[in-house]
């Protein structure tokens, strides 16, 4: 008796994560190019931690002659030329406020300066950001729902499939993998994808919780003023539950990019994502990984 009570509190909780995703997708989500069904061979999705620094001086040639991805800040970088990566993803809305303090603007201007046929996805929601009218032409913009989708994994993948929704997305290497997935590559390598945050986490004497994310590149001082002002009212356990989000949401994706045949290989030593299978980054690119 207990084992059926059991299942059927998970069944309606099932069914009441999917109505509620239906009707997020209702209001939220706009429409998108479907996932590709065309095989582009290896992405590598390049996350901004502090390992990433490593990979590129250690792997540069080869990274080169790969299709890349990068995230947020990766523009102001110095490898970010030399690398051309054909994506760059942005999502945290921060992103799309100039007037902020930090690096905001000067990320835009270097995406104006971007001489090479690129990609730049952003949500569906900042269509109309002034900023995309001055980006060259090479730089193609297209868009992603941010919508978060649970509940059943048919109606999950379906949604994930059309491009309506992901697994709750957050942290920026979520849609950054899904996006690989829709332009229809088969093999996805993770590199600079530490997520070692609780590492840099501590308690002041005044209770104020301290946050340091290491990125492969240098902050400079009113980057790190942005940050600092944006833990101020948050609390530890609050920091915890979406970190706990971040790492749950990796094992939705691998079940769905199994479900279509994409391979998923985290390459970064040290990383706190235990949700993908591991091997050295030369070996995926190569052709030597076999699942």
């Known amino acids: 008796m207990k084992g059926l009570l059991e299942k059927v509190q998970r069944e309606g909780a099932q ?6 995703s239906l009707l997020k997708v209702a209001l939220m989500s706009r429409s998108v190019p479907s996932a590709s069904g065309n095989s582009k061979g290896t992405l590598v999705v390049m996350g901004n931690g502090p390992s990433l620094r490593t990979a590129i001086d ?3 040639a080869l990274l080169k002659k790969t299709d890349l991805l990068s995230v947020n800040f990766a523009p102001l970088a110095e490898d970010f030329v030399q690398l051309r990566p054909k994506i760059h993803v942005l999502a945290d809305g921060v992103f799309f406020d100039v007037s902020m303090p930090g690096n905001v603007g000067k990320l835009w201007e270097q995406l104006g300066k971007v001489d090479w046929e690129m990609s730049l996805y952003i949500p569906v929601q900042q269509k109309r950001f ?3 009218k001055m980006l060259p032409q090479n730089v193609r913009v297209k868009y992603f729902n941010l919508t978060p989708v649970d509940g059943w994994k048919s109606v999950r993948h379906l949604l994930y499939k059309k491009g309506w929704g992901m697994p709750r997305p957050r942290n920026v290497l979520i849609p950054s993998i899904m996006i690989g997935i829709m332009e229809g590559y088969d093999k996805i390598a993770l590199i600079g994808a530490d997520h070692s945050w609780s590492k840099t986490l501590w308690v002041t004497d005044s209770n104020r919780v301290v946050s340091v994310q290491p990125h492969f590149y240098k902050d400079n001082e009113k980057e790190r003023e942005r940050v600092e002002s944006l ?3 948050i609390r530890l356990h609050q920091i915890y539950e979406s970190f706990a989000v971040a790492f749950r949401s990796y094992f939705a994706i691998e079940e769905y990019a199994r479900s279509r045949g994409v391979e998923i290989i985290n390459c970064t030593p040290g990383s706190f994502i235990d949700a993908f299978p591991r091997e050295k980054l030369q070996k995926v690119i190569e052709g ?3 699942s």
């Open 288 to 290: 030597g990984y076999r």
């Open 130 to 132: 002034a900023q995309l």
């Open 15 to 20: 069914f009441s994560a999917t109505l509620a």
């Open 231 to 233: 833990y101020k009212d």
């Open 58 to 60: 250690e792997d540069g």
